[in-house]
């Protein structure tokens, strides 16, 4: 599949359809997401008809917009109106939401086609994909491996070539984890830079929207597109978000980049090595590369997971039986709640409600619970002294290549650590991206991580670009 | 609560009174299985549990959440029919529930 790029001005031109493009990114999916599993739904009909309607607007001489055409698949809890939405999760299996999330309303707006819904962890709850109630995802590189997570089908969906781009939600590193695995681009905005209306909430202080895609420019074009103001998100910034693409050419020159030891030295010596490399790129490119040292990152994980668990205890309160998705019926009300959510929740969502159920209750609530949130604040504090410094950091977004399905499913604890590099950006509300820089000993995809202050999208992507430019074709040396 | 000696300080006990609370229903083999995977969880939070931080605020929010309020004009809600239709159990444009009363835990 082309890039996004090149199918909106193809079809903006009316050199393409977008039908035409989009019954060939159907009959892919046909074809080859047996195997993948990256879409829980595939939207034919309604694809064709949207893609029609961007024909119909080329064809009386109008601008179907900036994505005219694009096929854009959805990660599963992302609300559509009509269509179903499960989050991965049985408990919501058949649920079709009464309206549309902002940013589906943004894409549709802009010409985008809507491919389907893809898989991910129950509840974006996991780094792998496998908690999924309706089974893994693969890797498209090694189907053997998983495509990380928790938006794997997103990340594999574009690194498969199904969709131009993809949408996911970060609330650990969900966005930028799979993406890494999967040898794409994948970027988590700034906290309150894309609505989230419409999205169905996990960690409601960390949750996060953002864009897959192939480049780094197709990153940008999508981020354009969703980024600004909404009413219907009360935890929306209310300020202009300038435009990422119009700068994404503007190159490195006397950027400040630390290279931060604590997001690297933990990770496996070929995810070293070419954070390295990276590093020596940004500096040829010429930007003042130099250590930094943030001890208080090392932190983070713990904290994390603590107030993301607590968040989620409450917010999945919610799925009680009553207003929608599964219910097991029984004599009285409580009973019904109780045998509604035991028989919807996977493994990990129970483990994750009982952790923050255990952080908030009495006598734990100060020992673990706002013990996390002052590591927050550390975090936070950490941030701001760096970026005195510097412009933005660099460091790894995983600590290894893809792991096989399997491999660390039983093991929480060892699961958890693949998020150790990706949360201190949602602890702060800080935007990151990961950018695909080369291949590991075993010839699978590694992903650097560029992490930036508050509202520096613009200059996240101008380095990512540095980087995709300066990225190793093949190979592990 | 009661306390315990394992790594974490979570006993089986803490796991079943937690489970009430949470509405969820545990077999034996969960409740085992669970006590050893979130005390190993909580036994990584020692280091963040141990340190002294008594010197910063909390943060719940990564920025300063305020209210945030509208013009107080009536404007069309979603559509009661359609909401209604994704209900396991409607009577009367309400949804319906077993019994209430007598069950708390």
Known sequence: MSTARAIAAAVRSGERSAREVTEAALADVDARDDTIHAFLTVLRDEALAEADAVDATVAAGGDPGPLAGVPIALKDNLCTRGIVTTCGSKILDGWRPPYDATVVELLRRAGGVALGKTNMDEFAMGSSTENSAFGPTRNPHDTDKVPGGSSGGSAAAVAAGFAALSLGSDTGGSIRQPAALCGVVGMKPTYGRVSRYGLVAFASSLDQIGPFARTVEDAALLYDVMAGHDPLDSTSLPVDAPSTLETLEHGVEGIRVGVCGDLIDGCAPDVRARVQQAAEALSAAGAKVEEVSVPEFAFGLSAYYLIAPAEASSNLARYDGVRYGLRIDAEDAATMNTATRTAGFGDEVKRRIMLGTYALSAGYYDAYYAQAQRVRTLVMQAFDRAYTSFDVLLGATAPSTAFGIGELVDDPMAMYMNDICTIPSNLAGHPAVSVPFGTGDDGLPIGVQVLAPALAEALLLRVARVLESAAPTGGSQ | ?105
Not at chain 2, 39 to 53: I, N, T
Not at chain 2, 77 to 91: F, G, M, T
């Open chain 2, 1 to 105: 609560m009661s306390g315990s000696n394992e790594p974490g300080g979570l006993s089986r006990d803490d796991v079943m009174h937690v489970a009430v609370l949470a509405r969820l229903e545990l077999s034996e083999d969960e409740v085992e299985l669970f006590t050893a995977q979130l005390s190993s969880v909580l036994a990584h939070a020692a280091d963040v549990a141990a340190l002294d931080l008594s010197h910063l605020e909390p943060s719940s929010h990564p920025i300063p959440v305020e209210n945030v309020l509208r013009p107080d004009v009536p404007r069309p809600s979603l559509d009661r029919a359609e909401v209604l239709a994704a209900a396991p159990s409607v009577e009367d444009d309400r949804f319906r529930v077993p019994r209430i009363g007598g069950e708390a835990p």
